[in-house]
């Protein structure tokens, strides 16, 4: 190993023990000898400060709402909230509320009687009851339905229930950490999600940012996985080279840590040598276009649109201004000849649906050129 991998992994795995002290546990961990926040690495501030209220709030019983991406490690907090509370020798209890329908999420949060419904053969304890002394984590909570939203409110105001089919009243203990990773001020705004019930949930709020915020946790997060993967896997890695470092930090990571945990854990399958070389990555972690698999229509527009834009500015070169009229009139251009296609050359039809003035319609199709078959009427 030369001196400057050396000198790497001494700064690494010495970050990572700053990192993990700053969270007030230690590397060793609680008094169990587990630690509770083990793969919340980072030493950004934002991440300092996601810590800071991670161990303040765990000792008490508020309601926590953990707002963040896809990927930020909402459900690792929610599970260190309760493992660092006095709860944490109870129960810990996670939901996934966008997983099921309105009718079986009562069921499983709630519970239900014997004869409630067709299918309810017997008894069954809900997952609120269930997590009576312990810890209760809601994720996807803007996937609850509007109707639902007023028995959770219930919940968090009065700690009673009643289970499906029931009149007996329940009452509980437990502590609520729900989590989102839509705007629920949005979601209130389009009618979706009730204003008092995101109150009473943001009583204590936690915004997890996104790794393209945080790029200079990016090598103590890669550390940390390539330690964890080369166990599970029973290899040895000894290096990662500059250009993987220096690939992995320009990346943006749409989909944050568990997008850079899973290409970790692929680069070390695939090695052979106990290096990892940057073409152990994919392709558009180096910088190039990713590769993909079944039909277009998977790709979605807020996908395409990025990609576009990037090939856009590569393609302009780095010194070339006008970038905004250059993609946007191709984008643009490209629009209404689809469109004229499918409206058979009809401008009015077209028009219409691109939500234009015929008139400035017709001056698009002559500044760009575009054949405009068909009837004009």
Known sequence: ??????????????????????????????SSGANPLAGL??????????????????????????????GTGKELIARAIH??????SGPYIRVNCGALSESLLESELFGHVKGAFTSAVENRTGRFEAAHGGTIFLDEIDSVSYTLQVKLLRVLQEQEFERVGDNRTIRVDCRVVAATNRDLLDEI????????????????????PPLRERTGDVPLLADFFIRKYAAANNVSISTISDDSLAALARYSWPGNVRELQNYIERAIVFSRDGHLSVDLFPPHVRGGSPVRVGRSGGRNPETLCRELVSLGMAAAGEGSGNLYER???????????????????????????????????????????????????
Request: net charge positive; charged share 20%; proline share 2%.
């Open 189 to 208: 705004d389009a009618g979706r999600f009730r204003d008092d019930l995101y109150f009473r949930l943001n009583v204590v709020p936690v915004f997890l």
């Open 1 to 30: 190993m030369s001196a400057r991998e050396r000198f790497y992994c001494a700064l690494v795995s010495g970050a990572t023990r700053l990192a993990c002290v700053g969270l007030g546990v230690g590397v060793a961990g609680n």
């Open 41 to 70: 690495i980072g030493s950004s501030p934002a991440m300092q400060e996601v810590f800071r209220i991670t161990r303040q709030v765990a000792a008490s019983s508020a309601t926590v709402l953990l707002t963040g991406e896809t």
């Open 327 to 377: 993609i946007v009139s191709q984008v643009e251009k490209e629009l209404i000849q689809q469109v004229l296609k499918s409206c058979q050359g009809v401008q009015t039809k077209a028009a219409v649906r691109l939500g234009i003035n015929r008139n400035t319609l017709h001056k698009k199709i002559e500044e760009y050129g575009l054949e405009s078959e068909g009837e004009n009427a």
């Open 83 to 88: 493992e660092l509370s006095p709860r944490a």
